[in-house]
Every structure is written in structure tokens, then in C-alpha cells.
């Protein structure tokens, strides 16, 4: 049983970064061929994949955040990091992080951008 759990704060404000940690239980984030994701959720946008870190380390991201988006990962911890930069109220939503082609996700956490 994999078990993703998401953590960071809940409020951000303007122009500053979003950072958000997924910790992995049940499965090392470097097994072969798996895809770990974030991707949010609001009323306005509906679901929206951000990007994924895969079990290399490899990344790549939703060209159309513009270059916003770093994913990154801490092997030691087994988890793995969100940067979203220059934030807008427009990136207010819920956040998962998701094992990509599984039914595993985190419960998500609300993120707000808001002064």
C-alpha cells in the first residue's frame, strides 16, 4: 500500500513561491518507471497536472505554467518538492501529489493565494 502525504502552508501571498512536500510511504520514490506528479484542483480551472519528477529524477512540466515550476526530490526522505514562483490568486486550488497510473494520491491540501 503506497501512501502519499502532502505538507506546507496553506496561505500564500502574491508573487511569492508556493512550496509543497509529498512524503512516500510503501514504495521508494526511485523504483523503476514510476512518475511521481502534482497536480491541483479549482472550481474555475478543474483538474490541472503540474508536472512530474520520475524515478531517475527526471522532471518535466505543464508548459503552460511558463516556467514557474520546480519539482524536486530528497532520495534520504523518500519525498518530493514542489516550487511554484511568482504565485497569482489564480493558483489558489487543491494541491495532490499522485503516483502516476496508480490510484494513489495524497488527500490534497488547500492552497491559497491571497495578501
Known amino acids: 500500500q503506497v501512501q502519499l502525504q502532502e505538507s506546507g502552508p496553506g496561505l500564500v501571498k502574491p508573487s511569492e513561491t508556493l512550496s509543497l512536500t509529498c512524503t512516500v510511504s510503501?514504495?521508494?520514490?526511485?523504483?523503476?518507471?514510476?512518475?511521481w506528479s502534482w497536480i491541483r484542483q479549482s472550481p474555475e480551472k478543474g483538474l490541472e497536472w503540474i508536472g512530474y519528477i520520475d524515478w531517475r529524477g527526471e522532471f518535466y512540466y505543464d508548459p503552460s505554467l511558463k516556467g514557474r515550476t520546480t519539482i524536486s526530490r530528497d532520495t534520504s526522505k523518500n519525498q518530493f518538492t514542489l516550487q511554484l514562483r511568482s504565485v497569482t490568486p489564480e493558483d489558489t486550488a487543491v494541491y495532490y501529489c499522485?503516483?502516476?497510473?496508480?490510484?494513489?494520491w495524497g488527500q490534497g491540501t488547500q492552497v491559497t493565494v491571497s495578501s
Open positions: 510503501g514504495a521508494s520514490i526511485t523504483t523503476d518507471y514510476y512518475y
Open positions: 499522485h503516483l502516476e497510473g496508480s490510484d494513489y
